[in-house]
């Protein structure tokens, strides 16, 4: 069956300019994640929803980053007025309901700002 | 807070070699404990898991056994095949409602015919 997907795959932006990532989870998956994953790096958590909910953004580095999920399917991560640093590799993973273990992970959109 | 900790790579290999990879985690609580791989060009992929104290976790000819008393789960392959070449991230959840993973830094795994 059809996994998680990202769309763009790969994005530049110029500093100051706001991006939107999409993420569409595998159907029927409640909980939705995003992760950010600088070069070399291991993924970092950002956020994390229930269905619609936001119920934890915790890792979100800064205000310029929001993320919604409005009905409970497709997630969209937004970055406003990018820098350099926000120049990573952002992940969605999805899974198929809050007890379970197991995350289901995109193949993340690689950011990079110029 | 949560952490783990990896073997720093690269690590390379020749085909057939025995694989360990060490992993050990600070963690509140008790945490379940992962290994997911990154095969090149692809996106990161559940390899083994393991819920609790002494349990082992396997998949494909590899193993990694939770070890609470020194907070370990450590990846290993008796013997590794050139396409098992790829990045392995330990990883970790302590499940309080939000299964938010804690990756480790990641492994580059070569392995050379």
């Known amino acids: 069956g059809a996994g998680v997907s990202q769309s763009p795959r790969y994005k530049v932006a110029k500093r100051g300019q706001d991006v939107a990532l999409r993420c569409d989870p595998i159907?029927?998956?409640?909980?939705l994640f995003w992760y950010q994953q600088a070069l070399g790096q291991g993924p970092e958590f950002l956020t994390y929803?229930?269905?619609?909910?936001?119920?934890?953004k915790s890792g979100l580095p800064s205000d310029r980053f929001f993320a919604e999920r409005p009905e409970g399917s497709v997630s969209t991560l937004k970055i406003q007025r990018t820098q350099q640093e926000d120049s990573a590799v952002y992940l969605c993973a999805s899974s198929l309901r809050t007890a379970s273990y197991e995350q289901y992970f995109g193949p993340g959109t690689r950011l990079t700002v110029t | 807070g949560n952490s783990v900790t990896q073997m720093e790579g690269p690590v390379t290999l020749s085909e057939e070699a025995f694989l360990t990879i060490n992993c050990t985690y600070t963690?509140?609580?008790?945490?379940?404990l992962f290994w997911y791989v990154q095969y090149p060009g692809e996106g990161l992929q559940l390899l083994l898991k393991?819920?609790?104290?002494?349990d082992k976790g396997s998949n494909k000819g590899f193993e990694a056994t939770y070890r609470k008393e020194t907070t370990s789960f450590h990846l290993e392959k008796g013997s590794v095949q050139v396409s098992d070449s790829a990045v392995y991230f330990c990883?970790?959840?302590?499940?309080?409602?939000?299964?938010?993973?804690?990756f480790g830094t990641g492994t580059r795994l070569t392995i050379i015919p």
């Open positions: 963690a509140t609580g008790y945490p379940s």
């Open positions: 990883a970790l959840n302590t499940n309080f409602g939000n299964e938010k993973l804690t």
């Open positions: 393991a819920t609790k104290a002494d």
């Open positions: 929803f229930q269905n619609e909910a936001q119920l934890d």
């Open positions: 159907s029927g998956h409640v909980s």
